[in-house]
T-cell receptor, first 115, second 110 residues
Framework: DGGITQSPKYLFRKEGQNVTLSCEQN?????MYWYRQDPGQGLRLIYY???????QKGDIAEGYSVSREKKESFPLTVTSAQKNPTAFYLC??????????????FGEGSRLTVL | GIQVEQSPPDLILQEGANSTLRCNFS?????LQWFHQNPWGQLINLFY???GTKQNGRLSATTVATERYSLLYISSSQTTDSGVYFC????????????FGKGTKLSVIP
């Protein structure tokens, strides 16, 4: 089945450690996104990528890094510089290269807890 | 940027009741979508509805782009409908960023 797979679903990290969240899609979508959601809040954009080897910062990119070496993969690294990394992270993808049209689809999310 | 307001913010329904959720936005938008976030956090696509009306089982949605609102109808609600409902859109001015409303938290009780 086509879809977006995020892993791991749950992750615990000690302060000072980097952690990488995986996002893979087999929908042949061009654009991919990472969002962060805090309890009781809406979604905030961390990074997005319209094409391979290109990505742009969203509203809250500080303390995060991404890569887009393959069309189907868009991993997110939460670095030790992120001051409050405990959150629910959602990856999304969209077909087409137009920035503001098309339907977004989301993965099941990764819940990161920093101990 | 475009302002978006979802109402009501919270809603409690008896199982079997009907409800209407509303999404108002302050300017022209592309790409309006409705999502259901279940208690496990998963965001499920309900409708991609830039304009017009669509129906899927007990759910239907209507977007009136010229009047800057969208409605989500839930009929014969079930406990599995509980969760948070978000509307989201791309501002028409070319933004890459999908703008989300703050959501309507729905609780359906038996």
């Amino acid at each position: 089945d086509g879809g977006i797979t995020q892993s791991p679903k749950y992750l615990f990290r000690k302060e000072g450690q980097n952690v990488t969240l995986s996002c893979e899609q087999n929908l042949n979508h061009d654009a991919m996104y990472w969002y962060r959601q805090d309890p009781g809040q809406g979604l905030r954009l961390i990074y997005y990528s319209q094409i391979v080897n290109d990505f742009q910062k969203g509203d809250i990119a500080e303390g995060y890094s991404v890569s887009r070496e393959k069309k189907e993969s868009f991993p997110l690294t939460v670095t030790s510089a992120q001051k409050n990394p405990t959150a629910f992270y959602l990856c999304a993808s969209k077909a087409g290269l137009a920035r503001n049209t098309g339907e977004l689809f989301f993965g099941e999310g990764s819940r990161l807890t920093v101990l | 940027g475009i302002q978006v307001e979802q109402s009501p913010p919270d809603l409690i329904l008896q199982e079997g009741a009907n409800s209407t959720l509303r999404c108002n936005f302050s300017d022209s938008v592309n790409n309006l979508q409705w999502f259901h976030q279940n208690p496990w956090g998963q965001l499920i696509n309900l409708f991609y509805i830039p304009s017009g009306t669509k129906q899927n089982g007990r759910l239907s949605a209507t977007t009136v782009a010229t009047e800057r609102y969208s409605l989500l109808y839930i009929s014969s609600s079930q406990t599995t409908d509980s969760g948070v409902y978000f509307c989201a859109f791309f501002p028409r001015a070319g933004s890459y960023q999908l703008t989300f409303g703050k959501g309507t938290k729905l609780s359906v009780i038996p």
